[in-house]
């Protein structure tokens, strides 16, 4: 495990039903940047911010994690999120 890990987060690109299970900052980023499918949205932007600056050592992998959840919340294609409790 490095230092942009996080616990999983599995989200639904797009209604093809495979699933992706997201746990690191730099993973994440590369799906807000590059395969997101919804160019717009508030936390969209908070999200791809979020990770850019977790990678550049200005800001917390709790908080790309957590603005990632957000951001997929936003898109509708947030399938389980590893820390929900049961």
């Known amino acids: 495990m490095n230092d942009l890990d996080f616990l999983a987060v599995t989200i639904e690109l797009d209604k093809s039903s495979e699933l992706r299970n997201i746990s690191s900052v730099t993973e994440a980023a590369h799906v807000l940047f590059r395969l997101w499918p919804r160019q717009k949205g508030k936390n969209l ?7 850019l600056n977790a990678i550049e050592g200005k800001g917390s992998v709790d908080d790309a994690r957590t603005a990632f959840v957000a951001a997929a919340k ?7 999120n590893s820390a929900w409790e049961f």
């Open 74 to 80: 936003e898109a509708k294609i947030l399938v389980w």
């Open 45 to 51: 932007s908070a999200a791809r911010k979020a990770c």
